[in-house]
T-cell receptor, first 111, second 112 residues
């Protein structure tokens, strides 16, 4: 079992839908949680960065961390075709600070 | 200009050739990383460097070597390329111990 599990999708939704992307993990030492967006032929771009549990909101994006369940989520409200990309979760502990990445979820938002 | 620049962006070469991928950054970050990305496998860490005199193996370092020529430059070499090293390679940087990474746009490498 990988330390970080992420459903690869693809997840296909209509424009305007609320999207929920999720990752589960097994290492209880993880404290730092990140979401990256990767467009085709581009590098991953940091979307959200949170420490420990709780919610963080930035525009249409909300990151949620539930350490008791070892589960993190990224919500996208009012999804747009430009949100079509692969979303990678990543997390790290206070020891190495080197993140462990999920495999990524492919999201398709169709008009 | 991009903060993290990778060259070349695309490369096709033959089995047995020596290849160097280069990464340079203008972010002033001390920490630099090399990853490969394969479909279905996600990002896997090859090597990382926390400063110019520090080099560390990652999850999949066999068949690869690196050189940290300066704070801003980190090169990845494939001494004798083989087809299963065909992948998308990314360089990343980070500042301080717990800051997230910033990625370049990758090198698409094909080994025939």
């Amino acid at each position: 079992q990988k330390e970080v599990e992420q459903d690869p999708g693809p997840l296909s939704v209509p424009e305007g839908a609320i999207v929920s992307l999720n990752c589960t993990y097994s290492n209880s030492a993880f404290q730092y949680f990140m979401w990256y967006r990767q467009y085709s032929r581009k590098g991953p771009e940091l979307l959200m960065y949170t420490y420990s549990s709780g919610n963080k909101e930035d525009g249409r994006f909300t990151a949620q961390v539930d350490k008791s369940s070892k589960y993190i989520s990224l919500f996208i409200r009012d999804s747009q075709p430009s949100d079509s990309a692969t979303y990678l979760c990543a997390m790290s502990s206070g020891g190495s600070y080197i993140p462990t990445f999920g495999r990524g979820t492919s999201l398709i938002v169709h008009p | 200009d991009a903060d993290v620049t990778q060259t070349p962006r695309n490369r096709i070469t033959k089995t047995g050739k020596r290849i160097m991928l280069e990464c340079s950054q203008t972010k002033g970050h001390d920490r630099m990383y090399w990853y490969r990305q394969d479909p279905g496998l996600g990002l896997r860490l090859i090597y990382y460097s926390f400063d110019v005199k520090d080099i560390n193996k990652g999850e999949i370092s066999d068949g690869y070597s690196v050189s940290r020529q300066a704070q801003a430059k980190f090169s990845l070499s494939l001494e004798s390329a083989i087809p299963n090293q065909t992948a998308l390679y990314f360089c990343a940087t980070s500042d301080l111990a717990f800051q997230p990474q910033h990625f370049g746009d990758g090198t698409r490498l094909s080994i025939l």
